[in-house]
């Protein structure tokens, strides 16, 4: 199965996006989503059977749209296109709007003059016909609403636009009607004069146009994150080409050009620094606002910016494969998802329209048998149909998803999919991985133990001469140690690996050992003097190695994967959330109890082999435990895959990054309790905007029905109040999304 995202054309509500990928699933071999914030659908489909093309078809027999290979330039332009057109639209209907408003309530409502060829009472078949002139440009520039709305009615799938069309279309034909019988018969000509709704038909579209203007501007904003990213993207960079530096666009960037970035500039892609030093500032990539030194051999991200210092680097990945356009597509991907519990609102949006057309239908005939006139049972049927406000629950889900995976994007937590934004609040349990995600992941050197007359940093740089050949991490760490003291290294004249042992080598005359115990028991060698501080360095888990010279012991030197600093915060962070950790490790048990005692976790399961992590994970989640796991290598995948929610740390294998739902750029634990503390601000806030969603059409509905006015002696909904009121659902749903936009990562 292939999967693809292509941009849908022409929805309007939710029940548009439900009519979408109701005609695309009906058929066999695909499967499809379609989100109406995003206008993206997303879909799977069998490569034998169909294309583009086909799939297309099936969506434009339905009614709307679908573009396959969208730039972001091209959406920006779209986005900017539809603004336009809607700005024109409105206007048209404001500048018809008010006159049209004027001559209809002007007079006997507010007592305002109108000129006496107008006047309802002498002139009522001018005053009709002026009504008639003016409405129809506003009926024109809102003519998209019957164009679609009807359409979906005969397509039996009908949508927002349907009501609308339905609402002022109603208003309009029996306003047309009582002009055409004013005319006719002129000597009841003021009866029908006035029982028009033309100011209704126009104002409905007049008002619903400003709340899809509004609508479409704030939806905007809901996928800054997007734009901020792309917007990182350069368009241009430097590459040195046979020695002369040469301005190329990046499209023409290859793998293994040297790429010169000046201060100031942005990264053109990924690469590795090969001549220069600077500080970067990645902070729109990762959450960390402080620059990073790169020197030579340190890896940059294509769209950090270079603050201070002049670089060459070799580009390693272009295009799609770099870092930035990797974190893009999991974001839009992201944003595209549906979350579980949009699935209520999809069902209820089902349903929506359709009830919605059977409740005005019941309320006009109801209100007209009870004697008040056909005017008034118009009045109610209009404010029915106008009322009701489908789009609202169709945003309410999509637009807190693409608020919260966007913020999360800024702050370098990058969750792939809905579904995984929803389900992290409950997380209860979180296992880490020790090595790599609780520690650093490399040994480093962190006691040097000296016995009898000797300098420090002068066996120190024995030690790591010696060692600088080989390629056991322990003895890498060895030498990183001497070379953060700027420690220059001898050459030696001799040199033995002792598998099981440790190694020997001569320098200046001087036979050195380093290795473990039976290596000095091998030679001989006294070690008693250093018999505590072995067993302290051991209890604290680390690697201690003794180090002698022509046969007398004259250090230890231990070695240990040390934790990260900010692993313990990481941890009290979770408690204060009520959430416990525990640390699942292949090492021993005494350097894992440890570690996890100083970071602060209580529940440590040590000596596990890699194929047992997911067997431990899955043993939590049958004691009815929501558990997420944390790790960052091949061996954490199966974990992170039967987790209910797997993180991985963003510097760890790729294959670890495909088996996670949440992915932390910054390699910092910390943004577990972040990712965690955003899922429930979003959850939060789409159970805000369904609240508001149901409850405005609860509540609404029955009002514009005129319960208030039939049982209480209350006042009655006009149909334009109903539309503004609408219009302002949709825009408060996204206004209310766009809160979480002040979320912040502690």
């Known amino acids: 199965m292939k999967k693809e995202n292509y941009t849908v054309t022409g929805m309007s509500c939710a029940a548009c996006a439900l009519a979408v990928e109701k005609a695309v699933n009906k058929k066999e071999g695909i499967d499809a989503t379609v989100n109406l914030a995003t206008e993206k659908m997303s879909v799977s489909f069998d490569e034998s059977k169909y294309d583009f093309d086909k799939i297309r078809e099936i969506v434009e027999k339905s009614g709307y749209g679908l573009l396959e290979k969208v730039s972001e330039d091209e959406k920006v332009q779209m986005y900017q296109d539809k603004i336009k057109e809607m700005k024109n639209k409105l206007i048209l209907a404001v500048i018809f709007s008010i006159p049209l408003l004027y001559i209809s309530m002007g007079h006997h409502m507010l007592g305002a003059p109108v000129p006496s060829f107008l006047n309802h009472k002498a002139h009522p078949v001018n005053f009709a016909l002026a009504q008639l002139v003016f409405v129809i440009p506003i009926i024109y520039a809102g003519r ?127 690469g590795v620094v090969v001549e220069g030093s600077t500080s970067v500032d990645e902070s729109m990539l990762t ?88 005017v008034s049972a118009l009045s109610f049927f209009i404010s029915v149909l106008v009322i009701a406000c489908p789009c609202a629950l169709g945003l309410a889900t999509p637009t807190s998803i693409m608020v919260g995976t966007g913020k999360g994007a800024e702050n370098g937590i990058l969750i792939k999919s809905g579904e995984a934004l929803e389900t992290t609040y409950k997380i209860k349990t979180v296992v880490f991985d020790k090595t790599g995600t609780i520690t650093v992941g490399k040994p480093v050197l962190t006691d040097f133990k000296v016995y009898g007359n000797h300098a420090e940093n002068e066996l120190l740089q024995l030690a790591a001469s010696v060692e600088n050949h080989s390629e056991h991490p322990l003895a890498e760490a060895i030498v990183k140690g001497a070379k953060d003291k700027n420690i220059e290294l ?55 190695m003794y180090m002698s010279i022509d046969n007398e012991l004259v250090g230890l030197i231990a070695v240990a994967d040390v934790i990260k600093p ?20 292949g090492d021993n048990q005494k350097t894992a109890e440890y570690i996890a005692k100083q970071v602060g976790i209580n529940t440590v399961v040590s000596e596990v082999l890699p194929y047992q992590k997911s067997e431990e994970v899955k043993k939590l989640q049958e004691k009815d435990e929501f558990v997420a ?55 939060t806030n789409i159970k805000e905007n369904l609240f508001w969603a149901f409850f405005y059409n609860v509540l609404g509905i029955p009002v514009a029905a005129g319960i208030l006015y039939a049982f209480f002696n209350g006042p009655k909904l006009d149909p334009m109040i109903a539309a503004f009121a609408m219009s302002f659902s949709s825009v408060s749903v996204l206004l209310n999304a766009l809160r979480l936009k002040l979320f912040k990562v502690k």
């Open 490 to 544: 001898k050459k030696y004249d001799k040199f033995r690996a002792l598998p099981g042992y440790g190694i020997r080598a001569t320098i200046d005359g001087k036979e050195i050992q380093i290795g473990n115990k039976k290596l000095m028991d091998n030679k001989k060698i006294d070690i008693t003097i250093s018999d505590k501080d072995y067993d302290v360095l051991s209890n604290q888990g680390k690697t201690p």
């Open 287 to 374: 959450g960390e606002s402080l620059p990073v030194t790169k020197n030579v051999g340190d890896k940059v991200v294509g769209g950090s910016i270079n603050k201070n210092g002049s670089i060459r680097f070799e580009a390693t990945e272009i295009g799609k494969n770099t870092m930035l356009s990797q974190i893009i597509k999991l974001v839009e991907e992201a944003q595209g998802s549906k979350a579980p519990i949009s699935r209520m609102a999809d069902t209820v949006a089902k349903y929506f329209v359709p009830i919605v057309m059977g409740i005005a239908l019941i309320t006009g005939i109801s209100w007209y048998i009870s004697g008040s006139g056909l």
């Open 144 to 270: 998209d609403f019957f164009i679609h709305g009807i359409k979906n009615i005969f397509r039996k799938a009908p949508n927002m636009d349907s009501l609308i069309a339905m609402g002022s279309g109603a208003a309009l034909i029996y306003s047309i009607i009582s002009t055409i019988r004013a005319i006719i018969d002129p000597a009841h000509a003021h009866k029908y004069a006035i029982d028009l709704h033309y100011e209704s038909a126009g104002i409905i579209i007049t008002l619903i146009s400003l709340g899809k203007l509004l609508e479409a501007r704030t939806k905007g904003q809901t996928s800054s994150a997007i734009k901020k990213l792309i917007g990182l993207q350069p368009k241009k960079a430097k590459i040195i080409e046979n020695g002369v530096e040469k301005e190329v666009l990046i499209e023409k960037l290859k793998v293994g050009d040297i790429v010169v970035a000046k201060p100031g500039e942005k990264i053109a892609v990924d």
């Open 629 to 683: 796991m944390v790790g960052d290598g091949i061996n954490d995948s199966p974990a992170l895959a039967q987790a209910n929610v797997g993180i991985a740390i963003g510097s760890g294998t790729d294959v670890a990054i495909e088996s996670a739902d949440i992915i932390l750029i910054r390699n910092d634990l910390r943004d577990v309790a972040n990712a965690i503390a955003l899922s429930k601000a979003t959850i």
């Open 566 to 585: 900010t692993s313990k915060e990481a941890i009290d962070k979770l408690h204060k959330l009520g959430v416990k950790a525990i640390m699942l490790t």
